[in-house]
């Protein structure tokens, strides 16, 4: 008991006792009372000693066996839980504020609230956004999960699947090789890929060209083999177009007739031809692009030229040049033209190109490469039930579909088409302009819609080479105008993409003091199928034009 009293009268007394004794004194002193003596911290330590040694006789004594303590109350403190799940929850990562992006603190907090709107809508794990003004990256962010099960949150670096975004850089290499003279867009393709068999349409001899091939007129089918389905569902939909553009007329002449037995009759009518449509479109319609086995082929196959075995002896859906059928083994097809106008393996060539393009963290997806920041990917199951998706190797699409990127890759690729589209226009304002990595005519060939097309993603655009162009338009006085723009969506297994460029209106005569590119880029990648995300991304793209304007 002596040893005890005097190892705790030492430790209040010495230096290693300032947190009773200093901490006290301290207190005391700023009180502004008299400053206390040694005595008073031996008298302390002399005091604590013989309260401890008296607690200590009390349970050699024979006191009872201490209680464990109580489980806490959790109404006692109620605002524990809420504290400890804010710390877990995921934070949504953004690039750091600049001088640019302060500017847009509007169009950024609403665009935020639309996709945090659109990922609960549709229950998407995660989603990146990326948006840069007239060259400038503004604002870049991660909303949800990257990975799910290790709580991975998405981030401006995370790497997802673009999908179909990579018909548009094999865009690029087909028109580096065309300005090189290297290659003719409007030649037969065997003449660069005799692999591929001359091709016939009901008995008729066809050429298949590289131009048909970009804006998929070349009647090459797409994940879908049953013919008869596709025609089916090509004439619902031509069907639909056509009621929808006379629906006003055949209003207003049932206004003139004025007659309820004319009009009665023309009700029956056209219900009849709404029910054989129905019946139509139920026996032919076809199945969507995730229900068909090829979209989850495991194969792997080492060269574009190898991969053309899977379609190239199928029969043309349509005759070259006549009907727009979507399809991502044309540019499979167009892979293997790549290789052969380049003397390089596709990959090669491609890999050269984001070089230049500074597009360091873009790839194609391979599952045996480590890739830092890559995504998971993922899907409902039947009972609504978030899964993952299952492996497939996208080696036999590269060039339509099997790229992987970020939000920020995704906008130097963006620039770097409109400052080749617009730098025409300023030559003769700025001469120390570089030139673009494409011709500012190649551009403009690129983005000028083709006759006989569709825009899936935008029933008000057509498509071009290799993306999709809605063009200015204004039917009314101070109604709506439709701005011009450039984008192209994605759909992979567990993964959405968009990318859309929004070129500034310019006016040739006050150009003077401004340089390209200019105009608003949105990029949006997003770990969920099946997400229709280019309707967002002009709604973003307005609102940061919105707020440049003003």
Known sequence: MYRLLSAVTLQAATPGGRAWGCGRRGAHQRAGLPPLGNCWVGGLGLG??????????????????????AAPDPEAWPQAVPLLEQSLAPRS????????SQCFARAIESSRDLLHRIKDEVGAPGIVVGVSVDGKEVWSEGL???????????????VMRIASISKSLTMVALAKLWEAGKLDLDVPVQHYVPEFPEKEYEGEKVSVTTRLLISHLSGIRHYEKDMKKVKEEKAYKALKMMKGTMASDQEKE???????????????????????????RKHGKKKNDFEQGELY???????SIESLKLFKNDPLFFKPGSQFLYSTFGYTLLAAIVERASGYKYLDYMQKIFHDLDMLTTVQEENEPVIYNRARFYVYNKKRRLINTPYVDNSYKWAGGGFLSTV???????NAMLYGYQV?????????????????????????????????????????????VVETKQTYGSC??????????????????????????LNTEVINNKVPPRGIIVSIICNMQSVGLNSTALKIALEFDKDRSE
Not at 93 to 100: I, R
Not at 485 to 501: K, P
Request: hydrophobic share 30%.
């Open 48 to 69: 604590l000693g013989l309260a401890l040694g008296v607690k200590l006789a009390g349970g050699l004594r024979g006191a009872a066996p201490a209680q464990p303590p």
């Open 93 to 100: 990562p953004q690039t750091p504020a600049s001088p640019h």
């Open 144 to 158: 949800g999960y990257a990975d799910v099960e290790n709580r991975v949150p998405c981030k401006p670096e995370t």
């Open 254 to 280: 049932l206004k003139e007739k004025g007659s309820k037995s004319n009009e009665k009759n023309d009700f029956s009518k056209a219900k009849s031809e709404q029910d054989n449509e129905s019946k139509c």
């Open 297 to 303: 082929l495991k194969e792997k196959f080492e060269n």
């Open 408 to 414: 920020g890759d995704l906008l130097k690729f963006g």
């Open 424 to 468: 025409g226009l300023f030559k003769n304002s700025n001469e120390n302009l570089l030139p673009g990595y494409l011709k500012p005519e190649t551009m403009v060939m690129i983005w000028t819609p083709v006759p006989n097309t569709e825009m899936s993603w935008d029933k008000e655009g057509k498509y071009a080479m290799a993306w999709g």
């Open 480 to 505: 709506r105008k439709q701005r011009h723009y450039a984008s192209h969506t994605g759909g992979a297994v567990g993964a959405s993409s968009v990318l859309l460029v929004l070129p500034e209106e």
